[in-house]
């Protein structure tokens, strides 16, 4: 999922975390000034992850004195099945607490910084930081996915090679010539000669 950093006609839905009325009003005042809509404004101790699947906000900006665990964990859980930018204002300057934070996924974390006009530009960089890290994710889990096929279609080989007395170059063209009569790609059919021979011992 990738958020727009730069504005457009369709104004960024944030869902709002505040337990305290009056800073509550004043975020809601920035970020309408910022050009943002509000989805909901909720309390720490709501179903997060659950308003987030049902809401699906563009961000999420949560403002508290400091952030407990449980909070964090609901964090966690989002960053896990639905992630998206998340921007913490708090008055905790605790670095176990930042470090906690930015692991469960807050892209942007702010110490008694809450001024309208900075607003946007922190939204801004939490956004493109996000981004950024979920391109590198998707990149990540890419590498891991072809070494994985790669592995795959070695061991393949290695059991036609055992099983038949093929070459290597035989039992490559045999996987290659049964992935394109069925219309398959090689690393699955590979994939399934691996699971039926663990499969039948």
Known sequence: MKIPVTPSETPLRVLLVDETFERAALLKHAL???GCRIAAHVSASADLPGLVAELKPDLIILDTESPDRDTLENLCIIRR???RPIVMFTHDDDSDKIRAAIRAGVSAYVVDGLKSERLRPIMDV???RFNEFQAMRADLEK???QLSERKDVERAKGILMKQ??????????????AAMD???RL?????????????LG
Do not use: C, N
């Open 143 to 145: 590498a891991e996915s």
């Open 126 to 128: 939490a956004i493109a």
């Open 81 to 83: 099945d639905q992630p």
């Open 164 to 177: 038949r007395g093929w070459s290597e170059d035989q039992a490559y063209q045999a996987l290659r010539k």
């Open 32 to 34: 309408q000034e910022a």
């Open 182 to 184: 069925k219309g398959s």
């Open 187 to 199: 690393a699955d059919v590979a994939r399934q000669l691996v699971e039926i021979t663990e499969l």
